[in-house]
């Protein structure tokens, strides 16, 4: 079994932080998990996390 590589953004402060979004990639889906809660993954597309991240730049979501 493959194991999940997880990381979390430079943003979330020291490694002991326990409120972090954590990211893994997979050749299907990007998956999602809270640090606080790491049993419940979300997966989504590669391109929705994409479309994600493009609108948090352009401040689409402000």
Same mark, same amino acid.
Do not use: Y
């Given at each position: 079994?493959? /194991?999940?590589?997880?990381?979390? $953004?430079?943003?979330?402060?020291?490694?002991n932080?326990?409120?972090?979004?954590? *990211? =893994?990639?997979?050749?299907?889906?990007?998956?999602? /998990?809270?640090?606080?809660?790491? $049993?419940?993954?979300?997966?989504?597309?590669?391109?929705?996390?994409?479309?994600? *991240? =493009?609108?948090?730049?352009?401040?689409?979501?402000?």
């Amino acid at each position: 079994m493959k /194991r999940t590589l997880w990381q979390k $953004s430079s943003f979330s402060g020291p490694d002991n932080n326990p409120d972090c979004l954590e *990211l =893994a990639a997979t050749s299907g889906a990007i998956l999602m /998990r809270e640090s606080d809660a790491p $049993s419940v993954v979300i997966a989504t597309a590669h391109t929705r996390v994409r479309a994600l *991240l =493009a609108s948090v730049k352009e401040g689409a979501l402000q």
